[in-house]
C-alpha cells in the first residue's frame, strides 16, 4: 500500500497524464495514512445537512484560496490548507457545531482534521473523497453566493479524477 501511494504521488508530483488510480484509491489512501481521522460521506452529510433537528455543521474548504473561490460547497468558509489550530479556533469563535472539513479529495483535509484533533477538536471529521466526489455526484456547488458546475481541478492529473463536464481549466 505504502509504495503505491507512494508512486501515485510521484507521479503527480511529475505531471504524470492520469491518477495513478482512481477515486477509490485515494480515498483508501486518505484512510490509511489518517486512520484517527473520521470520515463522512457524501450522502451522510447531505442527510446531515437537512436533519432540522440538530445543528448544520461547520463546512471549512481547505483548499487554496483560488481552489476556493472557482467553487465550494454552499455555505462554506475558506481556510488554508496549513492553518494552525489556533487560526480555526479564531475562525470558529468559539462556536461548537460539529466541523467537516474538505479539500480535492481528502489528503489536506485529512491532514488538517488530524492536527485539529490532536489540538483537542474531537468533533472534526474528513469528507470523504472532498469537493470532487461531491461534484461528481452532480450535488451542488457555488461561488460569491451563485450556483456554478465547475471545481478548480488543483492540478491536471488530479483533475483527471473529475468528470470531465464538472473540471474547470486550472
Given amino acids: 500500500m ?3 501511494l507512494l508512486r501515485a504521488l510521484f507521479s503527480v508530483v511529475h505531471g504524470a ?7 477509490d484509491h485515494w480515498k483508501a489512501a486518505v484512510r490509511a495514512k489518517f486512520p484517527g481521522v473520521p470520515q463522512m460521506t457524501t450522502a451522510d452529510l447531505v442527510a446531515r445537512l437537512g436533519d432540522t433537528n440538530r445543528p448544520a455543521p461547520i463546512l471549512l474548504d481547505v483548499r487554496t484560496r483560488k481552489e476556493f473561490d472557482r467553487s465550494h460547497l454552499p455555505s462554506a468558509r475558506h481556510l488554508d ?3 494552525k489550530p489556533a487560526e480555526v479556533d479564531r475562525l470558529l469563535a468559539g462556536q461548537t457545531n460539529d466541523v467537516v472539513v474538505y479539500c480535492s479529495v481528502g489528503w489536506r483535509s485529512s491532514a488538517l482534521a488530524q492536527r485539529l484533533r490532536a489540538a483537542g477538536r474531537t468533533n472534526v471529521v474528513n469528507l470523504e473523497g472532498s469537493i470532487f466526489a461531491w461534484a461528481n455526484e452532480d450535488r ?10 465547475l471545481v478548480h481541478p488543483y492540478n491536471r492529473t488530479f483533475g483527471k ?3 470531465p463536464e464538472r473540471r474547470a481549466s486550472p
Fill in 2 to 4: 505504502i509504495l503505491a
Fill in 17 to 23: 497524464d492520469a491518477p495513478a488510480e482512481g477515486m
Fill in 81 to 83: 490548507p496549513d492553518a
Fill in 140 to 149: 451542488p456547488l457555488e461561488a460569491d453566493g451563485r450556483p456554478v458546475e
Fill in 161 to 163: 479524477l473529475l468528470k
